[in-house]
């Protein structure tokens, strides 16, 4: 066998085999589950008719929740929801969802498509629905339009046991026990949708309303300072110099968009195109790393977390649906979209402490499509969070990877391999392995020193065409299989044929 040194120099300079090398005994830290959290927004239909379609509904479902969507998210494993918005809960009072369904308000949702409100999901639909879900709900709360009374308010009526006039109203609400809820986003976007606000006037209303977000009996609030959006690295200076100390945590959001007046088509698009959104999509890593360093400055025992809590693809609306809805498909570009991210999200796990994809039904990079006949969709993406569940809360290890790259634009080179490993509680190793080449299967050769497994099993994500898709006639077009290309070669070392465009999970033990 060819000592690593030799096999690295080969690589790096032939381009031809890539490799591979696992550290198994220099894993420390954990991949926290939560970096796979969704976003569920009152935009468009991921609410209502994507998670919600009331009990009389023809759709069956359980106690109002769309079954078929329920199980598929069951499925998933979700950690965390991040609700009630976005944009939306900046101007959300949260007792207009509270009490009789037939007596809460009807208002204008003004934010996404001018639709009428009813208020028929409301906080007792959410927080059932996590603890249905087995996930950790993450309320975001107005600061845009709110008052700092109504978010504390909030907070005591959903974690309070003691006898007030909050509690007493949740339990002539039908809920007698408080919920658990650790995380509150205190606003959105302030720089933006929630408020318009500067750094420095956030800082000061964050630090204001975080002090009256109290911890009630048992529960214990992980509070979430609203941040910054891409390359505002001002945002999160200021917001850490002047507020670090309140927080446990400070948001960012990114998207996969090139351009905000001409996003493209989900699904026309050409294999340039896709490159250039991968490449745009691994930009992640860069504004990562900046936004870190300054946290780091002011935070170098790393106590405040960074919550990616929207990022995904953002393309233009499908023809023919509403205009403010952010409907869109999902191809197999999407998935290597979301496999590379999360990818780096795992690298950076000692601060990235939760994502939240945008978003979990209908609107934007969604796990599921639905129509209102009951058909239900499995995006391509859901595919990736499906086969990465591996990974929630296994112990992340690091790796050496010597691969070609490709130069998709000006200032950008993508790796035409992408990979993450971890080790599960039971000691099993997973690795997952994107060939990014949209023409060429590519051996790679993975050096696992150590690990003297015996069985190798794996699924695989691919299509014919990167623009393919699933959609209620064919929903089978995108979805895994199983994956036989990997092959024990000697101790801890493995050859994979990594079939082009396609997104592998293997599993080592
Ligand atoms: O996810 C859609 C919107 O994008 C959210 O409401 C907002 O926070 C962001 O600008």
Redesign the pocket.
């Given at each position: 066998m060819l000592s690593l040194m030799v096999m690295f120099s080969v690589a790096l300079f032939a381009q031809q085999k890539s490799v591979i090398r696992v550290y198994p005994d220099k894993g420390e830290q954990v991949i926290h589950k939560e970096i796979y959290g969704q976003?569920a927004?009152h935009?468009g239909r991921c609410i209502y008719g994507g998670i919600w379609v009331g009990e009389d509904s023809p759709i069956p479902n359980i106690n109002g929740y769309r079954k078929d969507v329920f199980e598929a998210l069951k499925e998933l494993q979700v950690p965390v929801i991040r609700w009630p918005?976005?944009?939306?809960a900046d101007e959300y009072h949260w007792m207009d969802g509270i009490g009789p369904r037939e007596q809460r308000p009807k208002l204008v949702n003004t934010?996404w498509g001018g639709t009428v409100e009813d208020n028929s999901f409301g906080t007792h639909e959410f927080l059932n629905l996590c603890e249905m879900l087995g996930c950790e709900p993450y309320i975001s709360g107005n600061v845009g339009s709110g008052t700092v009374e109504e978010l504390a308010k909030w907070v005591e009526y959903m974690t309070s046991d003691a006898e007030s006039e909050m509690t007493a109203l949740r339990r002539k609400n039908g809920r007698e026990k408080p919920w658990k809820v650790k995380y509150i986003g205190v606003g959105?976007?302030s720089w933006?949708?929630g408020g318009n606000m500067t750094p420095e006037f956030y800082s000061d209303l964050y630090r204001r309303y975080q002090t009256y977000c109290r911890n009630y009996g048992e529960n214990r609030l992980y509070k979430v300072a609203s941040g910054a959006s891409d390359y505002d690295y001002n945002w999160t200076e200021v917001l850490m110099k002047n507020a670090g100390r309140h927080m446990n945590g400070l948001s960012l959001?990114y998207?996969t968009v090139h351009r905000w007046d001409n996003k493209g088509s989900a699904t026309q698009f050409t294999v340039d195109d896709y490159y250039r959104t991968l490449g745009k999509a691994l930009e992640i890593e860069q504004v990562l790393k900046n936004h870190i360093a300054i946290m780091d400055k002011y935070d170098p025992r790393k106590r405040v977390g960074l919550l990616v809590d929207?990022w995904g693809t953002w393309w233009d609306e499908e023809p023919g649906t509403v205009r403010g809805y952010?409907y869109q498909q999902n191809t197999l570009r999407d998935a290597f979209v979301a496999a590379l991210t999360l990818d780096v999200f795992h690298k950076y796990t000692d601060r990235v402490v939760m994502a939240n994809i945008?978003?979990m039904v209908n609107?934007?990079q969604a796990m599921i499509l639905t129509d209102d006949k009951g058909g239900m969709v499995l995006t391509p993406t859901y595919h990736v969070f499906r086969m990465y569940k591996v990974h929630q809360d296994a112990t992340y290890l690091p790796f050496d990877l010597i691969c070609n790259k490709k130069k998709v634009e000006e200032n950008r080179t993508v790796p035409m391999i992408s990979a993450t490993a971890s080790r599960d509680k039971n000691g099993v190793i997973h690795l997952s392995l994107s060939n990014v080449d949209a023409d060429n299967s590519q051996e790679i050769t993975v050096e696992l020193p150590g690990v003297k497994g015996k069985k190798v099993s794996g699924e695989i994500l691919t299509a014919a065409n990167l623009t393919d898709h699933n959609t209620f006639e064919k929903p089978n077009t995108v979805k895994p299989a199983a994956f036989n290309g990997a092959k024990i070669v000697g101790d801890g070392l493995l050859t994979v044929n990594l079939p082009a465009k396609s997104i592998v999970t293997l599993e080592i033990k």
């Open positions: 976003f927004e935009l918005g976005g944009c939306f934010n959105n976007e933006g949708c959001h998207y929207e952010l945008a978003q609107v934007l």
